[in-house]
């Protein structure tokens, strides 16, 4: 029993690590960080070969296109996964360095971000190109909303190419991309005045506890007559 207890902690303790705690620690602060914790959980799904392989025995996704898809790949996709692959970078730098931001006003450590940047670029396993610009736009300005705006003209530019590449590899391959469509819906949401979802949610509680609502439309707190669920 009590080498069962070991086995235990040593794989918890391999599932552990800088990612499951940044997303924990985000989650404290309200920070949302998707394209983080989708990360952590596809470490952790890959961590579970046993179940997948015993469940692959009843359940046989097919790829529609027979696995084919590798041989009908042109120029215009392979254009379509460098933006997707670059947007999500910025989308989850931009997720990391709100989360920095946040825990700063909770935990009052005197946060510099271009500094803790140009540190990463100095020698982290964090180095890459886009680490000077991004370092540049908090320098221009210190109060920058999100990361994300400091890129507005590759965002414009290239969200059509995301979206037609998450659409033709959930389309055409099983292939599981959880971290690009976590990014990609990130910058629909970050970037949206209003949310179709939370505005759903809120009526889902006033359905089930009548919580009561806002409209956008007009001020103050209603409650609508719902059909009484069955």
């Known amino acids: 029993m009590?080498?069962?207890?070991?086995?235990?902690?040593?794989?918890?303790?391999?599932?552990?690590?800088?990612?499951?705690?940044?997303?924990?620690?985000?989650?404290?602060?309200g920070c949302p960080v998707p394209s983080l914790a989708e990360a952590v959980l596809a470490r952790q799904m890959s961590m579970q070969r046993d179940e997948r392989v015993a469940n692959s025995k009843f359940i046989k996704v097919v790829s529609p296109d027979n696995g084919t898809t590798g041989q009908n790949v042109d120029a215009s996709d392979i254009e379509d996964l460098f933006w997707g692959a670059m947007l999500s970078i910025v989308a989850s730098y931009a997720q990391m360095f709100n989360c920095l931001r946040a825990l700063d006003q909770e935990y009052k450590f005197g946060l510099n971000l271009p500094a803790t940047i140009a540190t990463f670029r100095a020698g982290c396993i964090l180095q890459g190109y886009l680490l000077q610009p991004m370092t540049l736009a908090y320098e221009k300005?210190?109060?920058?909303?999100?990361?994300?705006?400091?890129?507005?003209?590759?965002?414009?530019?290239?969200?059509?190419?995301?979206?037609?590449?998450?659409?033709?590899?959930?389309s055409c391959s099983s292939t599981c991309i959880p971290v690009l469509i976590a990014s990609l819906n990130y910058i629909q949401s970050m970037t949206s005045e209003n949310l179709f979802a939370a505005q759903v949610t809120a009526l889902q509680r006033d359905v089930f506890g009548r919580h009561g609502f806002k409209r956008i439309d007009k001020e103050g707190d209603f409650n609508a007559k719902w059909p009484e669920l069955q």
Do not use: H
């Open 2 to 29: 009590m080498a069962n207890y070991f086995c235990k902690r040593q794989w918890t303790r391999s599932a552990k690590g800088t990612g499951l705690w940044s997303v924990q620690e985000a989650l404290g602060v």
């Open 141 to 170: 300005d210190p109060n920058l909303s999100n990361l994300l705006v400091a890129f507005a003209p590759e965002v414009n530019a290239n969200m059509p190419r995301f979206k037609r590449l998450i659409g033709k590899v959930c």
